[in-house]
């Protein structure tokens, strides 16, 4: 049964950077398109940042040119590179498949203040 596990999350000052991660067991990852969404308080599930098999990524418009999303198949690894981090990031960042088809994992908590 496929796990995901979600980490690296934190509370940062605005501005800043994390690395999230995020390992997939349980299934062969490189057969699967995969990405990242994030929960605000009182907020749906938004999608983040899509890494297809291909290569080809595909980044949502509020955090385009400051997050960038990777992935390494053979490890079943993939990560979320956030940068200028700005208090509308803050969340539960979650990684799924694409679409989310998976059972949801516990996320990882972005928080960006001062």
């Known amino acids: 049964q496929v796990r995901l596990v979600e980490s690296g999350g934190g509370l940062v000052q605005p501005g800043g950077s994390l690395k999230l991660s995020c390992t997939v067991s349980?299934?062969?990852?490189?057969?699967?398109?995969a990405g990242w969404w994030r929960q605000a308080p009182g907020r749906q599930r938004e999608e983040v940042a899509i890494?297809?098999?291909?290569?080809?990524?595909a980044i949502a418009s509020s955090v385009r040119g400051r997050f960038t999303v990777s992935r390494d198949d053979d490890r079943g690894t993939m990560t979320l590179q956030m940068s200028s981090l700005d208090p509308e990031d803050t969340g539960v960042y979650f990684c799924?498949?694409?679409?989310?088809?998976?059972?949801w994992g516990q996320g990882t908590q972005v928080t960006v203040a001062s």
């Open positions: 799924n498949r694409y679409p989310p088809l998976w059972p």
């Open positions: 890494a297809h098999m291909d290569g080809r990524r």
């Open positions: 349980g299934i062969e990852f490189g057969l699967y398109h």
